[in-house]
């Protein structure tokens, strides 16, 4: 890196006319930004070059997560201490830059492994670059209001965006039945890690052909004068805060096709540039990742671009599914996208039209094959009035992956069971991963200084398998009583940060007992809220002895048409209310729930925790990366055997981790016997208590006084209702063991040496979980692809 901080100060100079150290901090983050900028334009121009040469591989992705770039983007170029101390020599905190909203562009598991994906492939020198959508808003941010929550807009772009570079000479332009639109690129540089190699994450922004209709203004007709310019701008407005839900939205069919549509546009160009019309090179040269079906609308556009170059149906559909490939994340029937055919005609009739000939053709492969009525009717691509998206997805990709192996068999025996029999050699798995820069590097820099004195270097944080070296250590009772102090600094940095953003006094001296992650009823986080009532009420009764002081702290955004989950953000909040204010039990039970959980928040949180909570219905979570977080940090998991969960305790050891409840098969076997959740909570006073406190007046819904919203939580739980079986997420089968499980964690603790050297097992068996690893096995296995 050459003088940073004389381009800082020439930038600082020629935009704001002020020095350094008066810069307002957004001026700084912008000043320092573009200067970074200027500082890797060269590596940046040399890496397109090498990929534009190459065979290359590109993620389509309606979310990307990254969080905030200004401390990645230094500590990835290496230069993050020396621009803290040359910035505190001017009298400057580099944590002004906290100050700094991020951008949300994603909703959770999905857009975050999206951004680490990206961080490992630059580091990795692995060609693939992202394309995806620059939503004006992002996430909602969470308030929380008497225990309710509340959505307010986030405004990332007012403190503008050094990162990227809008590209008005690349912009292509995209048309749905009533409307075409201007879509403008945004480049950003996503930066290696021990490399030169700089990748590029390209987002489209939706714009209008005309801005303003003169003609109509002259008329006073101001609203029809900015109509267009409205509509246009509309489709790239908002992130949808679903996460887990599908829902037929035209807005949102219009977002998913305005980005394939451009991307695709972008890519044909480039390839013609080199090759002209002749597209026999096109699926050799590229790949394209579908990030779960919200981009598989990229599969009937790409066959319609090149029928538009004069290539026939078949010929065309052939390339498309040579190039594509999809990761299925998420097993839920709710989840599926499935469109129906009248909103497509609506929308995008020609991609509608071309969906019907591939589905036709698939029908005809199928008789081909010689597969019975029976399960062609059920391959159906087009059904009536429905457009199955993961059909349409698996039938169009070279590969189909699940995103952990417990997922991967899940759809191979069940969601995408006959897809799976006919077409098998397509099927793989792809564990997710976490890049360990963001996750280990930066946000546990004390850490990280323990594990590279250890490895002998830091080249763990290119490669993580050297963790493992820690191994050695694992039983030295310095090196778990260093860890031990590193995890106490976290803690009391991490109540420190609670204090500001949410105002709660946390104790660091209690363990850390953390459950973060977006709000799901099969997540369960109304288990966790449970089992805490249960606890409470044993520690009241004096029925729990030797009890070590925990504070439980939970984060988790709501979808906000989704009231069960609202409804449970109330009743945890209801639960911290009772037990932090009760005399009896205050010092020995805390519960937080902090609002606005975001990739900010878990930063600090991640690496503070003592135990993760990964409580899902077993079968029901993909994989899971928070679970890996929380891992290479050096927490135990309290967790189901579900997604990553497993891969975790089979490299940690299930001994040092606390696994609980029902598996797949006893899922499986329960719901064939017919479960019945009332039997069970008929027959144990503990959980009638505990579930009751919904509707006995032992909280408060709103006045509602068990009419309410936990009214309807505790119907869910007990009644069958016309969509759902009682209890569906098996809450009241796992309790009991879930307690248990709890309470041994808790008193394992108590043995800090022997809590110590279970947290050193995680930590040094990690090195499977880096998105490095995931990103290399996807290079090579689906995308043939290079890599370093
Ligand atoms: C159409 C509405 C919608 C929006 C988002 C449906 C589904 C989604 C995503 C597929 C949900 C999601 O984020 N899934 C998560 O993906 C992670 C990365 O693979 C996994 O670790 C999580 O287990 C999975 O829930």
Not at 147 to 160: H, T
Not at 569 to 591: F, R
């Amino acid at each position: 890196m050459g003088n940073i901080m004389e381009k800082l100060e020439l930038t600082a100079q020629s935009m704001y006319c002020k020095k350094v150290e008066e810069l307002t901090p957004s001026e700084l983050h912008l000043s320092l930004g573009k200067a970074v900028m200027g500082e890797i334009a060269p590596n940046w121009e040399a890496s397109k070059a090498k990929h534009n040469n190459n065979r290359r591989a590109y993620y389509f992705s309606a979310e990307f997560l990254m969080g905030r770039m200004m401390y990645n983007n230094l500590y990835c170029l290496g230069i993050l201490d020396d621009v803290k101390k040359l910035l505190k020599k001017k009298g400057v905190d580099i944590n002004v830059f906290e100050d700094i909203d991020d951008a949300a562009l994603g909703n959770g598991g999905l857009g975050r492994l999206a951004a680490c994906y990206l961080d490992s492939a630059a580091t990795q020198e692995v060609p693939l670059d992202g394309y995806g959508i620059r939503y004006k808003y992002g996430l909602f941010k969470q308030l929380i209001k008497d225990g309710y929550q509340v959505e307010v807009s986030d405004n990332w772009q007012r403190f503008e965006d050094p990162w990227c570079l809008r590209r008005e000479d690349e912009a292509v332009l995209v048309s749905f039945k009533d409307q075409t639109v201007r879509a403008i690129p945004y480049d950003m540089a996503v930066i290696g890690c021990k490399t030169s190699n700089i990748n590029t994450l390209r987002l489209w922004q939706a714009e209008a052909v005309n801005d303003f209709d003169f003609t109509a203004f002259n008329d006073t007709e101001y609203d029809k004068a900015v109509k267009e310019k409205n509509d246009a701008e509309n489709i790239t407005k908002v992130l949808y805060p679903n996460d887990n839900k599908y829902e037929g939205k035209v807005l949102r069919l219009k977002q998913q096709y305005f980005f394939c549509s451009a991307s695709l546009q972008d890519i044909m160009r480039r390839y013609k540039a080199k090759h002209g019309n002749d597209f026999s090179y096109f699926a050799k040269e590229n790949a394209i990742q579908l990030n779960d079906t919200h981009p598989v609308s990229c599969v009937p556009e790409l066959v319609r671009l090149l029928m538009l170059e004069n290539m026939n149906f078949d010929e065309a559909f052939e390339i498309a599914r040579k190039t594509c490939a999809y990761t299925n994340h998420t097993v839920l029937g709710e989840a599926l996208e499935k469109w129906p055919a009248d909103l497509m005609t609506q929308v995008v009739p020609e991609i509608y039209h071309i969906i019907c000939l591939i589905a036709n053709k698939c029908q005809e492969e199928l008789t081909a094959k010689g597969i019975s009525e029976d399960m062609k009717a059920k391959m159906r691509i087009v059904d009536g009035n429905v457009v199955h998206m993961a059909r349409l997805a698996t039938y169009a990709s070279t590969y189909v992956n699940g995103v952990a192996q417990l997922h991967t068999e899940i759809l191979k025996d069940d969601v995408l069971k006959e897809w799976y029999q006919v077409y098998p050699e397509r099927f793989q798995n792809k564990t997710n991963g976490i890049t360990q820069r963001r996750w280990l590097g930066l946000c546990n820099p004390e850490l990280a200084a323990m594990i590279t004195d250890k490895v002998g270097s830091d080249e763990w944080l290119t490669d993580l398998s050297l963790i493992s070296k820690l191994n050695e250590s694992v039983n030295d009772t310095r090196t778990i009583n260093k860890f031990n102090t590193i995890k106490k600094k976290k803690k009391v940095q991490l109540a420190e940060y609670i204090k500001k953003m949410d105002g709660y006094d946390v104790n660091p001296d209690t363990i850390f007992d953390i459950q973060v992650k977006r709000l799901h009823e099969y997540k369960r986080q109304l288990l966790n809220a449970f089992s805490i009532m249960t606890i409470y009420y044993r520690l009241k009764e004096n029925k729990l002895k030797n009890w070590t002081p925990t504070t439980f702290i939970f984060g988790a955004k709501a979808a906000p048409g989704y009231a069960r989950a609202k409804a449970i953000i109330k009743y945890i909040n209801e639960i911290a209310n009772l037990v932090n204010n009760d005399p009896d039990t205050k010092d020995l039970l805390q519960v937080y729930f902090i609002s606005n959980y975001n990739v900010s928040y878990a930063e600090k949180i991640v690496v503070a925790a003592d135990i993760s909570e990964q409580t899902s219905t077993a079968g029901l979570e993909a994989s899971g990366t928070g679970n890996m977080k929380f891992m290479l940090n050096g927490a135990v998991t309290l967790g189901t055997y579900d997604g990553a969960n497993i891969e975790i305790a089979e490299c940690a050891g299930e001994e040092n981790e606390y696994i609980f409840g029902a598996r797949v098969e006893d899922i499986e076997k329960l719901k064939a016997e017919g479960y019945d959740p009332k039997k069970l909570y008929d027959a144990n006073p503990e959980i009638k208590r505990v579930v009751d406190t919904l509707i006995d007046g032992t909280f408060d819904d709103d006045g509602a006084q068990g009419e309410g919203s936990f009214k309807e939580l505790h119907d869910s739980l007990l009644k069958d209702s016309s969509w759902q079986k009682a209890d569906n997420y098996f809450l009241i089968y796992d309790l009991p063991l879930y307690v248990d499980a709890k309470i041994k964690a808790n008193a394992d603790y108590a043995d800090r040496k022997a809590f110590g050297k279970k947290c050193l097992m995680n930590i040094a068996n990690a090195g499977k979980f880096s998105s490095d690893r995931a990103i290399v096995e996807y290079a090579k296995e689906i995308w043939h692809v290079s890599h370093k």
